[in-house]
């Protein structure tokens, strides 16, 4: 019995009778089961970033996010400073399926600009996805279809709005996230190819009565190795707010 999004109601056991066992494992640890299914996601990130490889310095920012899930979408707001004189602002969203990310210097001077990319919407799509650690009530909506590998690992396929975008989900013996891992753009050049790219829990605690990841990495696997470009803290989360 899968869940109908049309449908207001609490997750039940019933509900995740035919996912894999990995991905039931994960939602009866996570504390989801006898809560109301989430429809909206409020929260606030600290972050340390790396704007290239072989880069150093970790830049500080932060940034908040608010996600819907049916439809499924998120609106990503960043603001990064470089140094006392330099900031960067960040913006990626999800909607219809189609993604658009865009970089500002100054909050004014456009330097990235990019949307109605195929490859951009799946890898926008695909960031979705690996978000949903963070709300694992969206695991049992109708568009993410679910395949099981092993007893601690499963892949998932989302579909929507014509898009569609997939990755393996990593959970421990005892039901927490470990990791997620896709082929996916890293960028939206004529003759780029996806590569692998990961999101790595660090550190897992309950928040408002579910058990999530609290502290994250996520890498790319370039041709000389693994490049960690991003480090992320969860400062506030709130759901249905």
């Known amino acids: 019995m899968r869940y109908h999004p049309s449908e207001k109601k609490m997750?039940?056991?019933?509900?995740?009778?035919?996912?894999?066992?990995?991905?039931?494992?994960?939602?009866?640890?996570?504390?989801?089961?006898?809560?109301?299914?989430?429809?909206?996601?409020?929260?606030?990130?600290?972050?340390?970033i790396k704007m290239k490889p072989g880069q150093d310095v970790w830049y500080n920012a932060n940034a908040k996010q608010y996600?819907?899930?049916?439809?499924?979408?998120?609106?990503?707001?960043?603001?990064?400073?470089?140094?006392?004189?330099?900031?960067?602002?960040?913006?990626?969203?999800?909607?219809?399926?189609?993604?658009?990310?865009?970089?500002?210097?100054?909050s004014i001077i456009p330097l990235v600009?990019?949307?109605?990319?195929?490859?951009?919407?799946?890898?926008?799509?695909?960031?979705?996805?690996?978000?949903?650690?963070?709300?694992p009530?969206?695991?049992?909506?109708?568009?993410?279809?679910?395949?099981?590998?092993?007893?601690?690992?499963a892949k998932a396929t989302m579909s929507y709005g014509g898009t569609m975008g997939s990755g393996t989900f990593y959970f421990s013996k005892n039901g927490d996230f470990v990791k997620f891992g896709a082929l996916r753009y890293k960028d939206v050049k004529e003759n780029s190819e996806p590569i692998l790219w990961t999101v790595t829990a660090i550190k897992t605690e309950e928040r408002n009565g579910i058990r999530i990841?609290?502290?994250?990495?996520?890498?790319?696997?370039?041709?000389?190795?693994?490049w960690t470009w991003l480090k992320l803290k969860i400062k506030e989360i709130n759901y249905d707010t």
């Open 11 to 48: 997750v039940t056991k019933q509900m995740i009778t035919e996912l894999p066992n990995s991905v039931q494992k994960w939602l009866l640890n996570s504390g989801i089961i006898g809560k109301e299914v989430i429809r909206s996601v409020f929260l606030q990130q600290d972050l340390q």
């Open 137 to 153: 009530s969206a695991a049992i909506n109708p568009y993410i279809k679910w395949e099981p590998i092993d007893g601690n690992s």
């Open 67 to 106: 996600f819907t899930i049916e439809p499924p979408a998120f609106k990503w707001t960043l603001n990064l400073r470089i140094n006392s004189f330099i900031s960067l602002a960040g913006r990626d969203i999800l909607e219809n399926g189609k993604g658009a990310m865009s970089i500002k210097l100054f």
């Open 213 to 226: 990841p609290v502290e994250l990495k996520a890498d790319w696997k370039l041709e000389n190795g693994n």
């Open 113 to 135: 600009d990019a949307k109605d990319n195929s490859k951009i919407n799946q890898a926008t799509l695909q960031r979705y996805l690996a978000e949903i650690v963070w709300f």
